[in-house]
Nanobody, 122 residues
Framework: QVQLVESGGGSVQAGGSLRLSCAASGYTYDTYSMAWFRQVPGKEREGVARIARASGSADYSDSVKGRFTISQDNGKKTTYLQMSSLKPEDTAIYYC???????????????WGQGTQVTVSS
């Protein structure tokens, strides 16, 4: 059974930092690329960062570029999202996802974590 388990969310003041983790199990880890998405109630899920499993090549949405960094530890089967210079508009539930496509669109991703809340206060 595929499992993605996020951790590391919490509350922080604007300008602060958080690191999210996503631990994967139950599938051949090298099969899928990983991505982080976020969602605010009433809005569509937004892709913020993606990373290709084999090459480690990463891509970011314009809203987080230069502030967020996605990385992976293949030995631990864990993907990270380092978030710096956080803004109140970064407040959302953050989800990690695994899928066969290298995209920031949510549709192609097969597996999702349960989400972790990030709250940034001004």
């Amino acid at each position: 059974q595929v499992q993605l388990v996020e951790s590391g969310g919490g509350s922080v003041q604007a300008g602060g930092s958080l690191r999210l983790s996503c631990a994967a199990s139950g599938y051949t880890y090298d099969t899928y690329s990983m991505a982080w998405f976020r969602q605010v109630p009433g809005k569509e899920r937004e892709g913020v960062a993606r990373i290709a499993r084999a090459s480690g090549s990463a891509d970011y949405s314009d809203s987080v570029k230069g502030r967020f960094t996605i990385s992976q530890d293949n030995g631990k089967k864990t993907t990270y999202l380092q978030m710096s210079s956080l803004k109140p508009e970064d407040t959302a539930i953050y989800y990690c996802a695994a899928g066969p496509a290298f995209t920031l669109l949510p549709g192609p991703y097969n597996y999702w974590g349960q989400g972790t809340q990030v709250t940034v206060s001004s």
